[in-house]
């Protein structure tokens, strides 16, 4: 499998979810090949709740990656999960048409273009 996929499929397993238990895992990966994990973190008001996506974006901006190639998306659906619309609009102003590509533990996959999850974003160019 691609590592890629992996490594989403791994940081699911951290996922801090009691509220739903639904666990979710995200691999970022930057045009230099370095790879930044998340995990969907729950909190007890729910609303402060972060997806996957969004934890391994904000640790990879956190630590100076600016530019970004593929994000990987893991859950345990047979309809593969795919980023929010709070995530596809932060993946859009930081990711540009990335790759995105979801997986279950099972190994299905599926691949998309931000262009095709997000088309008609709001971002700095109407600024
Ligand atoms: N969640 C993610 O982390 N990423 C997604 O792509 C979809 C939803 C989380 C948020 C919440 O902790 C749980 O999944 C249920 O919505």
Redesign the pocket.
Known sequence: MDPLLQAALDARGN?H?P??D?Q?G?ALECDDGRVYTG????NATYGL?V???RVALLKALSEGARKFRRIA?A?DTDRL????GA?RQLLWEFCGDAEVILVNPRGRTESFRMKELFPRPFDDSFL
């Open positions: 996922a979810a509220y739903s639904f979710v995200a995990c969907n973190i729950e709740t997806c996957a996506e998306v859950a999960t795919p980023p929010c995530c």
